[in-house]
Nanobody
Framework: QVRLVESGGGLVQAGESLRLSCAAS????????IGWYRQAPGKQRELVAS???????NYADSVKGRFTVSRDNVKNTEYLQMNSLKPEDTAIYYC??????????WGQGTQVTVSS
């Protein structure tokens, strides 16, 4: 079983960068696919990026070329590097496994606010 805790959010200006961290507890982290989701006010939660145990990554079109997922299996942490941030990236960001996302189990997330 894996427990995930997000951190690294903050307030930045458009064009700046942030790196989010997803710290995992549990021995199976390296085997897990971890997704990065976000929910903006008044909008549904959406999957923006994911990283798998085999180092493959996937990105939503809205963040492709700006966001990068990486993983440190020694530290049991996955990262979301967000560059060239836009005001429309403002949201609460969550990391989660696909299973827990389907079950509706979410952590507290981390707030990212991008000012114009």
């Amino acid at each position: 079983q894996v427990r995930l805790v997000e951190s690294g959010g903050g307030l930045v200006q458009a064009g700046e960068s942030l790196r989010l961290s997803c710290a995992a507890s549990g021995s199976t982290f390296s085997l897990q696919t971890i997704g990065w989701y976000r929910q903006a006010p008044g909008k549904q939660r959406e999957l923006v990026a994911s990283g798998s145990s085999g180092s493959s990554t996937n990105y939503a079109d809205s963040v492709k070329g700006r966001f990068t997922v990486s993983r440190d299996n020694v530290k049991n942490t996955e990262y979301l590097q967000m560059n060239s941030l836009k005001p429309e990236d403002t949201a609460i960001y969550y990391c989660n496994t696909p299973l827990w996302a389907r079950l509706g189990l979410w952590g507290q997330g981390t707030q990212v606010t991008v000012s114009s």
